[in-house]
């Protein structure tokens, strides 16, 4: 049936109307290989398109003999020198284009494209530049930078090659994501000087990222809609839906998000496929939208939540018939909720291409990877291509201090059997960088194509998405995604949750099915690192005893620094700590000094140690010190430090603060 005025004015439409159906570039009379990359781009209904007839790879920093120098130091940040203070990035052979660029650190030194043997570069700008949205066509919302990386996928097209030069000092991180064509694929060189056409295709872009979630006024394309209440209990499996004859799902969307928020995830999502006997989807519900560590987190373009609406786009083409389903796994005699949704599933009796698309299939895996392997987020065989990936890890190192030092590890892309793309860290894989870094990878931040799901230090977790339109990276035999747990080797115990979603002709083949041990919530740590952004400071003593608090660096360490002109300080603090309320063991990490004479730990008027002499003729470092045990409670513990100084001054230099729980 054709939708009517009502259902256009529903806030479900602004995601469907611009993202879904955005077909008209295909009727562009004089269509390059940037209004094709373009198209892709803007139109998601072309992603169970295959893509054969090209290969994808990646040029990157990463440390080639397997430690973590990724481009902290520049000396795998280049392929070779032409010249002083001239790296060569990259010498791409065509035809070919650059479909992504990303770094988290740009700079202002030059670089330059050469393109087909040029002597004169046809890009010849400020790398940081390349993604500040000052020179067209290097324009937002294709570039841009947020949590903690700088990204481009504004297309760069060329028909024999492209070397890519850096002038000057400071190259470090980064990756170039390049599709290559090896059919005789007409491709017109990269110019700065655009057509109209290419304008316009470059607009339509910018109106699907930027404005996606917008009224619109009408839709050419006739759609049908199923609307169901859904009502299911503990222990129960329903059908949501049977579509038969053929045709594709270019919607579907469920009202009451909240009711998913919580530590399990224990709904569980299904689809099938014509005659596939295994499932297509088979994910916990609260996954497929993107939950983190119990809620809502993620807001792409492609799926997503929005306030109570969860909502996915991505296209799901079928032969014969599509049966999706719920079921809602019983956790013994434990007290779960009835739960109830507004089911709304859009879809068209367009049958698949069989020869020309895939059909949509999800690998959604949970693991804790023994030492010295990385973690697998997909391995398929047949034909297809990968399109997105969803990632929840969390460490549960018991050996070291809990931080998440185990995101330095690196992703691998293995392409019919050839290791085509080799990543520099973690976060990097989903565009960002730098994590624990104020306004970089700290907390959780959506955009249209990727995003940080969550981030928090004291409970040593963390979350990504990243989603794949034209640079979707296709295989023809095999496929494998792994990504390492820690900066060197595997070396890190952590607990992964994950969901590869791939277009192909092959069912899913490792993937694993949910189960209560698998959506079982991720336990907090029993070892806290508690950093110094961490700390509320409540009170600075007494009027007549003023304290002052800065950071600095002592022997490379940043501390809090309490500094009094008197001979003693008192300081109240809060620590901030999202854990189970209990007692926990407190260690502490300080510098003793000479204006330094005792300490004593209270929770108000309780103490928690005895007085300690943290007095030295030279500054010394003390690590982990036990102190004695604190009691947390609705997430929140007040410790009060107490000091005595010598000779009319005292100071403290407090460098962490670690918790275990009794």
Same mark, same amino acid.
């Given at each position: 049936?054709?939708?009517?005025?009502?259902?256009? #004015?529903?806030?479900?439409?602004?995601?469907?109307?611009?993202?879904?159906?955005?077909?008209?570039? !295909?009727?562009?009379?004089? @269509?390059?290989?940037?209004?094709?990359?373009?198209?892709?781009?803007?139109?998601?209904?072309?992603?169970? $398109?295959?893509? +054969?007839?090209?290969?994808?790879? $990646?040029? !990157?920093?990463?440390?080639?003999?397997?430690?973590?120098?990724?481009?902290?130091?520049?000396?795998?940040?280049?392929?070779?020198?032409?010249?002083?203070?001239?790296? *060569? $990035?990259?010498?791409? #052979?065509?035809?070919?284009?650059?479909?992504?660029?990303?770094?988290?650190?740009?700079? /202002?030194?030059?670089? @330059?494209?050469?393109?087909?043997g040029e002597k004169t570069p046809r890009i010849s700008m400020k790398f940081e530049d390349l993604? !500040?949205? #000052?020179?067209?066509?290097?324009?937002?919302?294709?570039?841009?930078?947020?949590?903690?990386?700088?990204?481009?996928y504004v297309p760069i097209p060329y028909k024999k090659s492209c070397k890519i030069v850096y002038v000057g000092d400071g190259l470090k991180f980064h990756q170039i994501q390049y599709r290559t064509y090896h059919d005789k694929k007409k491709i017109s060189t990269f110019s700065m000087a655009w057509t109209e056409e290419e304008k316009k295709a470059f607009k339509r872009v910018s109106n699907v990222w930027a404005n996606s979630k917008k009224h619109v006024s009408n839709l050419k394309q006739e759609i049908e809609v199923i609307k169901r209440k859904v009502?299911?209990?503990?222990?129960?499996?329903? !059908?949501?839906?049977?579509i038969q004859n053929g045709g594709r799902i270019v919607g579907m969307t469920f009202n009451n998000g909240s009711q998913l928020e919580g530590e399990h995830t224990d709904l569980i999502f299904r689809s099938t496929w014509d005659d596939d006997k295994a499932y297509a989807i088979n994910v916990p519900m609260a996954s497929l939208f993107g939950y983190a560590f119990g809620k809502r987190a993620m807001n792409s373009m492609l799926m997503g939540s929005n306030g109570e609406t969860n909502y996915c786009y991505l296209p799901m083409p079928f032969d014969k018939r599509a049966v999706l389903e719920l079921e809602y796994?019983?956790?013994?005699?434990?007290?779960?909720?009835?739960?109830?949704?507004?089911?709304?599933?859009?879809?068209?009796?367009?049958?698949?291409?069989?020869?020309? @698309?895939?059909?949509?299939?999800?690998v959604w895996n949970r693991e804790i990877p023994k030492k010295g392997r990385p973690y697998n987020i997909i391995k398929q065989q047949g034909k297809g291509h990968h399109v997105g990936t969803i990632l929840l890890c969390q460490s549960i190192e018991k050996e070291t201090s809990f931080t998440t030092g185990f995101f330095e590890g690196d992703d691998v892309t293995i392409i019919d059997g050839d290791m085509r793309m080799h990543g520099t860290g973690s976060e990097d894989y989903f565009n960002g960088g730098w994590y624990g870094v104020a306004d970089r990878w700290d907390d959780g931040f959506s955009l249209p194509l990727h995003g940080c799901l969550d981030y928090s230090i004291p409970l040593a977790r963390t979350g990504g998405y990243r989603f794949y339109l034209g640079d979707k990276v296709n295989f023809s035999e095999d496929y494998e995604l792994t990504i390492e747990h820690g900066p060197e080797n595997? +070396?890190?115990? *952590?607990?992964?949750?994950?969901?590869?979603?791939?277009?192909?002709?092959?069912?899913?083949?490792? /993937?694993?099915?949910?189960?209560?041990?698998?959506?079982?919530?991720?336990? /907090?740590?029993? #070892?806290?690192?508690?950093y110094l952004n961490f700390f509320n400071i409540q009170s600075l003593g007494f009027p007549y005893a003023p304290v002052s608090v800065n950071y600095k660096k002592i022997k490379e360490k940043e501390v809090f620094l309490f500094h009094s002109e008197e001979d003693w300080i008192s300081v109240k603090t809060s620590l901030n700590l999202p854990v189970s309320d209990g007692t926990y063991k407190l260690y502490m990490s300080y510098f003793k000094s000479s204006n330094s004479n005792q300490l004593r730990l209270f929770q108000?008027?309780?103490?928690?140690?005895?007085w300690v002499d943290v007095s030295s003729d030279k500054t010394e470092f003390i690590e982990q010190q036990f102190m004695g045990n604190i009691k947390v409670a609705n997430g929140e513990a007040f410790l009060t430090f107490k000091t005595k100084g010598k000779s009319g001054k005292c100071d403290f230099?407090?460098?962490?603060?670690y918790l275990i729980k009794n």
């Amino acid at each position: 049936m054709k939708l009517d005025t009502r259902i256009l #004015k529903s806030r479900i439409y602004y995601f469907f109307v611009f993202i879904v159906l955005t077909t008209g570039l !295909s009727a562009q009379k004089k @269509e390059t290989i940037v209004i094709e990359e373009l198209q892709h781009l803007s139109d998601i209904s072309l992603l169970p $398109m295959y893509r +054969q007839n090209s290969k994808v790879a $990646m040029v !990157s920093s990463y440390d080639t003999s397997g430690g973590n120098d990724d481009g902290f130091s520049g000396k795998y940040s280049f392929i070779r020198k032409e010249g002083e203070n001239r790296f *060569v $990035m990259a010498d791409l #052979k065509g035809p070919g284009v650059i479909q992504r660029i990303w770094t988290p650190t740009p700079t /202002a030194n030059i670089i @330059e494209f050469y393109f087909d043997g040029e002597k004169t570069p046809r890009i010849s700008m400020k790398f940081e530049d390349l993604f !500040s949205s #000052k020179v067209f066509p290097f324009k937002a919302p294709l570039v841009g930078n947020e949590v903690g990386g700088y990204y481009s996928y504004v297309p760069i097209p060329y028909k024999k090659s492209c070397k890519i030069v850096y002038v000057g000092d400071g190259l470090k991180f980064h990756q170039i994501q390049y599709r290559t064509y090896h059919d005789k694929k007409k491709i017109s060189t990269f110019s700065m000087a655009w057509t109209e056409e290419e304008k316009k295709a470059f607009k339509r872009v910018s109106n699907v990222w930027a404005n996606s979630k917008k009224h619109v006024s009408n839709l050419k394309q006739e759609i049908e809609v199923i609307k169901r209440k859904v009502y299911i209990n503990p222990g129960e499996k329903i !059908s949501l839906a049977e579509i038969q004859n053929g045709g594709r799902i270019v919607g579907m969307t469920f009202n009451n998000g909240s009711q998913l928020e919580g530590e399990h995830t224990d709904l569980i999502f299904r689809s099938t496929w014509d005659d596939d006997k295994a499932y297509a989807i088979n994910v916990p519900m609260a996954s497929l939208f993107g939950y983190a560590f119990g809620k809502r987190a993620m807001n792409s373009m492609l799926m997503g939540s929005n306030g109570e609406t969860n909502y996915c786009y991505l296209p799901m083409p079928f032969d014969k018939r599509a049966v999706l389903e719920l079921e809602y796994l019983k956790r013994g005699k434990e007290f779960q909720p009835s739960l109830s949704f507004q089911m709304t599933l859009y879809y068209t009796k367009e049958k698949r291409k069989s020869r020309k @698309e895939g059909k949509l299939y999800t690998v959604w895996n949970r693991e804790i990877p023994k030492k010295g392997r990385p973690y697998n987020i997909i391995k398929q065989q047949g034909k297809g291509h990968h399109v997105g990936t969803i990632l929840l890890c969390q460490s549960i190192e018991k050996e070291t201090s809990f931080t998440t030092g185990f995101f330095e590890g690196d992703d691998v892309t293995i392409i019919d059997g050839d290791m085509r793309m080799h990543g520099t860290g973690s976060e990097d894989y989903f565009n960002g960088g730098w994590y624990g870094v104020a306004d970089r990878w700290d907390d959780g931040f959506s955009l249209p194509l990727h995003g940080c799901l969550d981030y928090s230090i004291p409970l040593a977790r963390t979350g990504g998405y990243r989603f794949y339109l034209g640079d979707k990276v296709n295989f023809s035999e095999d496929y494998e995604l792994t990504i390492e747990h820690g900066p060197e080797n595997n +070396q890190w115990q *952590v607990d992964y949750a994950s969901i590869a979603f791939y277009y192909g002709d092959t069912p899913v083949l490792n /993937a694993i099915n949910p189960s209560l041990e698998t959506t079982k919530g991720f336990d /907090a740590p029993e #070892k806290l690192e508690v950093y110094l952004n961490f700390f509320n400071i409540q009170s600075l003593g007494f009027p007549y005893a003023p304290v002052s608090v800065n950071y600095k660096k002592i022997k490379e360490k940043e501390v809090f620094l309490f500094h009094s002109e008197e001979d003693w300080i008192s300081v109240k603090t809060s620590l901030n700590l999202p854990v189970s309320d209990g007692t926990y063991k407190l260690y502490m990490s300080y510098f003793k000094s000479s204006n330094s004479n005792q300490l004593r730990l209270f929770q108000r008027q309780r103490p928690i140690s005895e007085w300690v002499d943290v007095s030295s003729d030279k500054t010394e470092f003390i690590e982990q010190q036990f102190m004695g045990n604190i009691k947390v409670a609705n997430g929140e513990a007040f410790l009060t430090f107490k000091t005595k100084g010598k000779s009319g001054k005292c100071d403290f230099a407090l460098y962490r603060i670690y918790l275990i729980k009794n």
